[in-house]
């Protein structure tokens, strides 16, 4: 077979990006019409394949609905929301915190959520070093952990959650008090990687994130803990968008499920296809988020 | 969650440094180019125009696909111009390092001026970018401070402060917090890669200079420039041992195990290969080729290299940038003579020179060469039902490859006299063990012989692009208009068509690829495969053969831990860990002459392989 040190397939995000340059590429949405769909995309990985993949999946949506579409990339969830609300967008992939947060304030509405591993949800894990010695939660006390965002709710609020539900504090606020220090890393990656390498004893983050690692450095870490499941990601709509034009978007979606068409989800972020989402299943994102003070 | 499973990259990044480059993030133009003039200013001799295409053209393995000159100031822009042009390696190793580091100060400044906002971060990222480029020196050279730089950064990003969303969870930004946390950081890379002066560089590499100054010796993990592709062939094609298509079974055949395992090896090269993780099988994905593999510097295009240059073997470097596409190995015991050029009719001898001439091992022992040879010798051919035994097209041929088989044997004046099968012989699998000089290349010095090729075999072909000893030729189209071209064959369009469709069908199969579906994963096709290499055990045990037990555990046991990752079913993932560790301890157990525990050892092995199988995938 061979190569296998070589060959990584299951296989991991960057850190680094082209970022400072890849704002250069973003272009301007303009506003909708009626005979066309604007969908929002955020750049989770090289900027410009995003672009290039966009490219594709419009094309293929633009054939399967029989409606133009159109898609831009936005700089962040935060920009997402914006282009949402003042109609810049009609349609946006987003996660399942921002999606609480853009549905409560500006009536956004879900639609399709995606499946990895076979289900429409994750959970958040404490990962730690095996030579490490680190046990349990409590043996965190006084210890350095990083996470990834605080708008993030696998790579934050969940992790973070699981430290309250084992009574080691009370609130997350109380956090300061438990850790020696704790960081933000500013992803999901960039967290993993301190802790694998050394500099952060712990990192709160998604189920998958050793994944962002080395094989050699997966070998290395545990998850002393998870947490409860969260929704997965997800697409969602504009309040007010034209019920047809939804209604045709997501049966061209759901049609990614087959295995004709299947090709095509590795130009939305690849997940293995989707579902229709249903509000309910966000009622636990909600409930962290007003503990976080995210929403009232 | 999104944000890794979709990406496939793996990067060097702060924090993390591995021996081999795999599929990697994406670097920045500058950073690409610097790491590129790294790798290939260490090269003998130094490839100056490449290096200058690294700087004027988007270089490998960058995002954007930007020129890194267009990206930088034009005094820097002429510092690098002018060591190129004087063809100093010295200077222009000052002038690049120099360049990254005032890019990523640059970064750093823009990010603390724009602190409060969201285009803070990106600066700060691409800051990341450019220190990306010296990351791995530091971690090598100055663990302390790789470290300190590792936390700082994490200050850095925690005081860059969030917006938040909608007004939600909007932190302030820490602007003391940030401007110490950049004070560290770039004090460091003004000293070691901002500096006036540098020591005299005799390896370019990114060791901080305070390091390199004070003669301490430094292990640097061997990296492959930004652009490199050592991963298997996305599209995996598909092995045919003869033993196995026969419905044998190789657990029961241990040389042939032996030998698979071999070829799966790194540990039978020399570094810097073996530290790379290369095995035969990275060129030669499953006995065919590996049409993606692609190293700067190195490959003049994908599907092959120089193996004969400075990089894997320096004693045998020829000093020549003579870059050899990849022979596809199927068949291999029905096509001597070896090597592109015929040099070696022994498969065994020229095995033997592949380890130990292009790729530094140490020389193999005659059980190591039988093994190799026992396994190799089982590659065939793909079946192809479009031609029979004797190499004539059947029915299921297309009536264009009918046509093209009556020119194929046709005699053209352009060739002597000869048709294409007077070479291609159709009845001996479409090769006749010759060499000749058919113009393919130039001679080495006028009035000097050019070189004589191997007659290659056409079986199999379609899947092996490109073709000739220098892959120039990226289609069999192509093939067939050098020969019309080269050779006046006066063959029209309708039939050069004809001539490609015969190559085709020839060369086509009815099943050229790895199909996985469902449970049959790569990963299932990794364990199947390592687990059969560590049934070998039940012939090395009883012999009490140390050395090749030590060859299998640091093969088998790292790489069942590397493809865990690869895995489906990730909640068996500890389980093969498990297997790794239970085969690191039969290692670990016959290097102290404790037989009775690498019995045991291989025995829970087996017990617990049998207990796992189905979560296998």
Known sequence: ?296 | MRSFLLALWLCLLPGMVQATALKEAPWLPEAAAYRLSLFMGNLSPVPWNKLRDSWEQPAPGAAPATPAFELISAPQRDAVDAALKAEDRQAFFQAVTRVIAEQMLESLNASEAALGTAEARQHMLNAQGFYRAFADGIQAGDKKAFSRLGLAWLEMSSALGTEGLLGAGKNAANPAQFKQAKATIAEYVLANYGTKSFSNRAKLTPIPESVVKSGQPVALPVTLPPGSNIANQKQLPLLVLQFESAGGDETELPLVAYGDMLFDSPEIFGSPARDLGMTCSTCHNRSDVNRELFIPGLSSHAGGLDVDGAFFAPMFNDRRDDHIDTPSLRGIRFTAPYGRDGREASLRRFTRNVIVTEFAGAEPTPYMLDALMAYMREFDFLPNSKIDRQGRLTEQASAAAMRGESLFNQPFDGMNGKSCASCHVPEQNFRNGQIYDIGSDEPPFPGGTPMAFDVPTLRSAKFSAPYFHDGSLPTLARVVDWFNTTKDLGLDENARADLTAYLEAVGDADEPYQVFEGKETEFRLAFDELTTFATTLNTLLPMKDKANIKVLVETVAPDLKADASTMKNLSAKSEVYQLANLLHAVGIAVANDKWADADANWQAFQALQNEVDERMY
């Not at chain 1, 802790?195 to 094989?215: C, E, R």
Request: proline fraction near 4%.
């Open chain 1, 1 to 296: 077979m061979g190569s296998r040190r070589n060959f990584v397939k299951g296989a991991v995000a960057a850190l680094i990006m082209a970022a400072g340059t890849f704002s250069s590429s973003l272009f301007a949405a303009q506003h909708s019409q009626a005979d066309e769909l604007k969908l929002a995309f955020i750049p989770q990985e090289n900027p410009e394949k995003l672009l290039g993949d966009i490219k594709v999946i419009t094309k293929w949506l633009s054939d399967q609905t029989g409606v133009e579409v159109k898609g831009f990339v936005t700089i962040d969830h935060a920009a997402a929301v914006e282009a949402l609300r003042n109609g810049d967008a009609d349609i946006s992939f987003m996660g399942a915190l921002p999606f609480v947060l853009a549905e409560k304030e500006i009536g956004a509405k879900p639609l399709l959520s995606e499946i990895y591993k076979g289900a429409a949800s994750y959970t958040g894990r404490i990962f730690v070093r095996k030579d490490s010695g680190i046990k349990s939660l409590a043996d965190l006390k006084g210890k350095t952990i990083a996470f990834a965002d605080p708008i993030s709710e696998s790579g934050y609020m969940y992790p973070l959650n699981l430290f309250v539900e084992a009574g080691l504090f009370a609130e997350p606020s109380d956090a300061g008090n438990f850790f020696d220090r704790s960081y933000f890393a500013g992803g999901y990656q960039q967290s993993m990687q301190a802790m694998a390498a050394g500099l952060v004893d712990a990192a709160g983050s998604s189920q998958y994130a050793d994944l962002l690692l080395t094989p050699q450095q997966q070998s290395e870490v545990i998850s002393i803990a998870e947490s409860e499941p969260i929704p997965s990601h997800m697409v969602i709509a504009r309040n007010g968008l034209d019920a047809g034009l939804e209604a045709k978007f997501v049966e061209a979606m759901l049609a990614l499920n087959t295995a004709e068409n299947k090709q095509y989800l590795a130009y939305i972020y690849g997940p293995e296809g989707y579902v229709k989402s249903n509000t309910d299943d966000y009622d636990g994102v909600r409930a962290l988020a007003r503990r976080y003070g995210l929403m009232k």
